[in-house]
């Protein structure tokens, strides 16, 4: 595989898109195809520590990531990126400047992701100790037309990893499982 892929998934925190780009990730290690995850809040810890939740900030974490997801794709490595991604003009730019691209849209009810809250992040947005969470205080802008649509509240992690993975097959961006 000489050129890899941007696999970018979108949807609001506890919807399940790191745990899916994990289980993923890992399919396609064990068949000795190079993956990674980029998880938006290991990123952020590393290479966004100065940025808060502005909507200029978050645009800027957007760019960061979306750059180095390009230098691995570009280099023939299968990208998840797992990032909330809240407005649309992020995932429009991602897919401007990553050639080979695909957004998947992890879908989650509000309150299904709320009552996953292993943070305690909705409860604090909730009682206002954080301001600006997407989905409580801050917009999430819903895909307009996300190439797939994963409904995490219908399905397992792991039939929503598979599901991923059967679309890049199907679409051709991934090589064909030996017999």
Known sequence: ????????????????????CRIAADRLLRRGIR???????????????????????????????????KLLSRNGVVVFVALISPYREMRSHARRE??????VYVKCPLTVCAKRDVKGLYRK???????????????????DHPDLVLETDRESPQESAEKLLQYLKASGRLPPEPS
Request: aromatic share 8%; charged share 25%.
């Open 125 to 143: 947005a909730a009682r206002g100790k954080i301001r600006q969470f997407t989905g409580i205080s801050d917009p999430y802008e819903e895909p």
């Open 35 to 69: 993956a990674e995850v980029l998880d938006g809040d290991e990123l952020r810890n590393a290479l966004s520590p100065d940025l808060g939740f502005s909507r200029e900030d978050r645009m800027q974490h957007a760019r960061r990531t979306a750059y180095v997801a």
């Open 1 to 20: 595989m000489a050129q890899g892929i941007t696999v970018w998934l979108t949807g609001l925190s506890g919807a399940g898109k790191t745990t899916i």
């Open 98 to 103: 990553i050639e080979q691209f695909v957004e």
